[in-house]
């Protein structure tokens, strides 16, 4: 099973051209992916630089036949300017069968010395070869590490509360109606533009052990000790960001998946987007 995860700055590339479709070769050409996350995704956004207000989740999915896209929209906002609604937020494509999908809005506490927005994470239950599998992605906040905290400790919840409807699985059901089971695994991958480094305590949190549940752990320290992680920012772009590349984008699996992963990268050639996509290979089970 291949997953990319990959901050596409609304598809806008170093050359400052906003490009759906080239999102979608380069994604392509990196793997032949099971699973593609992506964060920051826009729609009739025309304010944001290089962009048209163009639907790229729809571009997207166009560009990806074969594949299921789940929309993850954060903020969601009347346009002053033109028709529809304008939003912004995350989305997974996948081949494989969608069994389920949960849309969780993240914490937002006010912080008033910081810029914020509100963020979302995609959860999906995907039917894998080895049986059920959650894969989630999500964006958190950039400025704020009060917003950040919070929201690595609601992903932590969500990891025990789906471990809970994992032990919970002989509930009773209703067939034919939302009442009917369904599955919801323990085992996990979690994707994201963190916006923390691996030498924040955001990191260690999310790594920290939950009660009833297996924990995060990281999938570049599973496969590669402590070799420094691979820098995904400032690869390319050295105006955004000034200074020494570094990594902000990272995948966690859950403890019983670490067994199975056989390798993660990080792809330092394209410059579609200010950031660098994620690789990750698991084993089958």
């Avoid at 949960?102 to 995609?122: C, E, N, T, V, Y």
């Avoid at 958190?140 to 990891?159: D, H, I, P």
């Avoid at 920012?233 to 000034?242: L, R």
């Avoid at 990268?265 to 084993?283: C, E, Y």
Wanted: glycine share 8%.
């Amino acid at each position: 099973m291949v997953v990319i995860t990959w901050n596409v700055q609304w598809c806008r590339g170093c050359d400052g051209v906003v490009d759906p479709a080239r999102i979608a070769r380069v994604a392509r050409g990196l793997a032949d992916f099971d699973v593609l996350c992506l964060q920051e995704v826009a729609r009739n956004f025309a304010g944001l630089e290089g962009s048209k207000g163009e639907d790229q989740f729809a571009l997207l999915a166009d560009a990806l036949p074969g594949y299921t896209l789940v929309e993850g929209v954060a903020t969601d906002r009347l346009s002053e300017t033109t028709a529809g609604r304008m939003q912004f937020g995350n989305a997974i494509l996948t081949r494989l069968p969608v069994l389920q999908v949960f849309k969780h809005l993240l914490p937002w506490p006010p912080d008033l010395k910081s810029l914020g927005m509100q963020r979302i994470a995609i959860e999906v239950v995907l039917a894998a070869k080895g049986g059920p599998l959650r894969v989630t992605t999500t964006h958190l906040e950039y400025y704020s590490k009060v917003q950040r905290m919070a929201q690595v400790g609601r992903l932590r919840g969500l990891q025990a509360e789906a471990a809970a409807h994992a032990a919970d699985a002989g509930q009773p059901g209703r067939d034919g109606g939302p009442f009917a089971a369904a599955p919801r695994p323990a085992s996990a991958i979690l994707t994201a533009d963190f916006n923390f480094r691996p030498d924040r305590p955001e990191y260690a949190l999310l790594q920290m052990p939950i009660q009833g549940a297996p924990r995060y752990r990281d999938a570049w320290t599973v496969r590669h000790g402590e070799t420094p992680h691979a820098p995904t920012v400032g690869v390319h772009d050295d105006k955004q960001w000034q200074g020494k590349p570094f990594c902000f984008d990272m995948m966690f699996v859950t403890e019983d998946l670490a067994p199975r992963v056989e390798d993660i990268g990080v792809d330092a050639a394209t410059n579609a987007s200010d950031h660098q996509p994620v690789i990750l290979r698991l084993a089958d089970a």
